[in-house]
């Protein structure tokens, strides 16, 4: 890297004097001096480079709100790289020697961006091998390697992702209304067109949801007051800007535990149910209704509740297999003069009349 280039930046960006982008680069560059990567200045030069970085980095702090400190100083770098990236490409600069030999020197650093302008899902492979499957119009910024302590990424749209196993690495999600954390598994990430709601469907695994205070894609805050939900597979968290509320709740259509990793691993979020059935054989001859919930339940990974203990007594004959979880309630209800209602993450089954 030229000394003189890097240098040049460095003064500029003690005076404020540089742009959005320059600062995010070399508050990057100087949090990569951490896992030691290597550098062409002498130890003398790093050791007075953190000196004065230490103290632009204090002088450019305004800490208004209360946050995780170590996750938004990361993300807040990275992600401003990120305004800055070609789709489909690594950074293109203009004009200035010392951004493009920071960039010379940290191809690691890179980030990309994929945009679906198709009508068909479009998938991308990360470096971790995770796979996100873009959905049409939608786009998503990543960084070209995942050398931090956490793995990044920048939706607009809707994806599914089947997140590779990491747990000394979590995996971020992060759309203007919401930042979703996972170690490994499967979900769906969605926005409304008008970008007023967003919403997770988890189809494995468990992930913790939260409230993206400022709104903005690449300038994330959450505070200790930010909400909060963790959601585990055919649950869904949604996020309405109108009243500022983030519920859970359960999926509009829940699978099977075969369905749902079939769907993870064939990467097709929509496509499940047309290549595995819904569920296995499921035919019943005067069997309990406690012992059909409780085999429901345990397929769905979804609670049901009997607001009277004497329906647990009631028997169903019939052939439920091949349909959805509603379906099948529908059709066990009917057959008692009962009805169920969703209850949060669970159902409740009520006005059972059985002798």
């Given at each position: 890297?030229?000394?003189?280039?890097?240098?040049?930046?460095?003064?500029?960006?003690?005076?404020?004097?540089?742009?959005?982008?320059?600062?995010?680069?070399?508050?990057?560059?100087?949090?990569?001096?951490?896992?030691?990567?290597?550098?062409?200045?002498?130890?003398?030069?790093?050791?007075?480079?953190?000196?004065?970085?230490?103290?632009?980095?204090?002088?450019?702090?305004?800490?208004?709100?209360s946050?995780?400190r170590?996750?938004?100083?990361?993300?807040?770098?990275?992600?401003?790289?990120?305004?800055?990236?070609?789709?489909?490409?690594?950074?293109?600069?203009s004009?200035?020697?010392?951004?493009h030999a920071?960039?010379?020197?940290?191809?690691?650093?890179?980030?990309?961006?994929?945009?679906?302008?198709?009508a068909?899902?479009?998938?991308?492979?990360?470096?971790?091998?995770?796979?996100?499957?873009?959905?049409?119009?939608?786009?998503?910024?990543?960084?070209?390697?995942?050398?931090?302590?956490?793995?990044?990424?920048?939706?607009?749209?809707?994806?599914?992702?089947?997140?590779?196993?990491?747990p000394?690495?979590?995996?971020?999600?992060?759309?203007?209304?919401?930042?979703?954390?996972?170690?490994?598994?499967?979900?769906?990430?969605?926005?409304?067109?008008?970008?007023?709601?967003?919403?997770?469907?988890?189809?494995?695994?468990?992930?913790?949801?939260?409230?993206?205070?400022?709104?903005?894609?690449?300038?994330?805050?959450?505070?200790?007051?930010?909400?909060?939900?963790?959601?585990?597979?055919?649950?869904?968290?949604?996020?309405?800007?109108?009243?500022?509320?983030?519920?859970?709740?359960?999926?509009?259509?829940?699978?099977?535990?075969?369905?749902?990793?079939?769907?993870?691993?064939?990467?097709?979020?929509?496509?499940?149910?047309?290549?595995?059935?819904?569920?296995?054989?499921?035919?019943?001859a005067?069997?309990?209704?406690?012992?059909?919930?409780?085999?429901?339940?345990?397929?769905?990974?979804?609670?049901?509740?009997?607001?009277d203990?004497?329906?647990?007594?009631?028997?169903?004959?019939?052939?439920?297999?091949?349909?959805?979880?509603?379906?099948?309630?529908?059709?066990?209800?009917?057959?008692?003069?009962?009805?169920?209602?969703?209850?949060?993450?669970?159902?409740?089954?009520?006005?059972?009349?059985?002798?």
């Open positions: 890297m030229d000394k003189r280039s890097f240098i040049d930046l460095l003064d500029r960006y003690q005076q404020d004097n540089c742009s959005e982008a320059e600062k995010m680069l070399v508050e990057q560059w100087y949090a990569s001096l951490e896992n030691k990567r290597s550098t062409s200045l002498s130890d003398q030069e790093l050791s007075e480079i953190s000196r004065r970085m230490e103290t632009a980095v204090f002088a450019h702090a305004h800490p208004k709100k946050i995780h170590k996750l938004y100083v990361r993300i807040s770098v990275a992600a401003a790289v990120a305004l800055i990236a070609v789709t489909g490409s690594l950074f293109i600069f004009g200035n020697q010392a951004e920071f960039i010379k020197d940290h191809q690691e650093l890179a980030m990309l961006t994929e945009t679906n302008s198709t068909n899902v479009q998938i991308v492979e990360l470096s971790d091998h995770s796979v996100v499957t873009l959905q049409p119009k939608a786009s998503i910024t990543y960084p070209k390697i995942f050398n931090g302590s956490d793995r990044p990424v920048y939706l607009k749209g809707d994806a599914f992702f089947a997140v590779s196993k990491n000394k690495k979590p995996f971020y999600v992060y759309n203007n209304n919401l930042v979703v954390k996972v170690l490994g598994t499967s979900f769906f990430v969605k926005e409304s067109a008008n970008g007023k709601t967003a919403q997770v469907d988890v189809n494995t695994g468990k992930v913790q949801v939260d409230e993206n205070e400022n709104r903005s894609l690449f300038s994330v805050i959450i505070s200790h007051h930010a909400k909060t939900v963790h959601i585990t597979a055919n649950q869904k968290a949604v996020f309405n800007d109108r009243d500022q509320q983030l519920t859970k709740s359960l999926v509009d259509q829940p699978l099977t535990c075969a369905a749902r990793v079939m769907r993870a691993e064939i990467h097709a979020p929509n496509q499940a149910a047309e290549v595995v059935p819904l569920n296995s054989n499921y035919k019943f005067e069997t309990t209704l406690k012992d059909i919930f409780k085999i429901l339940s345990y397929e769905y990974n979804i609670k049901i509740n009997v607001a203990e004497s329906t647990n007594g009631c028997t169903f004959t019939g052939d439920i297999s091949n349909k959805g979880l509603y379906e099948q309630l529908s059709l066990i209800c009917q057959s008692v003069s009962g009805s169920y209602q969703i209850d949060g993450t669970s159902i409740l089954v009520k006005g059972i009349k059985c002798h």
